[in-house]
């Protein structure tokens, strides 16, 4: 931001654009200070891993390219990536051509995509940040006007090539959007048919297992539950006919081994035991012990 207000303020006077961008500098500088502050101060994100750039990279190509619904691990996929890499800098070294182009604003666009690598690398010096994809989104719309001008630039030496080179991204974006909306990694939970599929099925002597616990209020609000409530209220437990019926959030907070003791002894008592899984916090069971 600071080089594209100098640019801008320098057209009418460079001691005046530089004035400017001491004042902005110092602020950027005052407001980040007090932000580190109290982030070191209460030991925030001490627990966060540092992202090397061995990471970074070809995660940002993977993601800028045909999207994080494309697995990387296939290799295809990175090959494909590698190919966008590669028109992308054609597109960056054309705007960097000359000195000319440059001082016409030629710098910005590889500017743009570099510039929160650089401050992300260099906020990890002082502590490891938190959710870095959507920092780095921001180098995205840069990244595309690159690789664009890389198509371009190839379109006016060769058109059949650049014709080739638009389909295979065009398939390779196809296959990652296809990804994202029907593949099984991407599917999104559907409560609503959750309720329908319980409603149907549970009977007295049921336990239910939600996990994980942290989503209790959506599956209490989608799933029967309130049939295991009514049961419970309108049954005496001594009654011979009565069926212990239950459900409970897993995994518990007080630890595996609590939990299945506790999943051991309600084989012998429940008829049957359901486990309702969301995939939209998978982190406390990331081993899918449960």
């Known amino acids: 931001h600071l080089l594209l207000i100098w640019r801008w303020l320098a057209r009418h006077g460079e001691r005046k654009a530089l004035a400017w961008m001491a004042v902005l500098a110092l602020l950027g500088a005052g407001l980040g200070g007090l932000a580190a502050w109290r982030v070191l101060s209460n030991s925030s994100g001490a627990n966060f891993d540092e992202v090397p750039l061995s990471i970074l990279l070809p995660d940002l190509l993977n993601a800028f390219n045909l999207g994080p619904s494309a697995d990387i691990g296939v290799g295809w996929v990175w090959a494909l990536d590698l190919l966008c890499g590669l028109i992308g800098l054609l597109g960056a070294i054309w705007t960097l051509r000359n000195w000319s ?33 959507r920092h780095m989104s921001v180098a995205g719309g840069g990244w595309f006007l690159l690789l664009a001008g890389g198509l371009a630039l190839v379109w006016r030496r060769q058109r059949v090539v650049a014709l ?15 990804a994202y909306f029907f593949g099984h990694d991407y599917q999104k939970d559907d409560f ?82 359901w486990l309702v899984t969301s995939g939209t916090q998978p982190y406390m069971d990331l081993e899918d012990r449960l």
């Open 101 to 133: 182009t440059i001082r016409n604003g030629g710098w910005l666009l590889p500017a743009f995509v570099l510039v929160p690598i650089v401050m992300m690398r260099l906020t990890e010096l002082i502590q490891p940040g938190y959710m870095n994809a």
């Open 164 to 178: 080739g080179l638009a389909l295979l991204l065009t398939m390779g974006v196809s296959y990652s959007t296809y």
């Open 192 to 273: 609503a048919a959750l309720g329908r599929f319980m409603g149907r099925r549970m009977l007295p002597g049921d336990l239910v297992l939600l996990n994980p616990s942290a989503s209790w209020r959506i599956f209490h609000y989608y799933a029967p539950l309130e049939y295991i409530d009514e049961y419970n209220q309108t049954h005496d437990p001594a009654d011979p006919n009565y069926r212990p019926t239950r459900y409970i959030g897993v995994p518990m907070i007080y630890g595996w081994d609590v939990t299945f003791d506790t999943l051991t002894e309600a084989k012998s008592i429940y008829r049957r035991i």
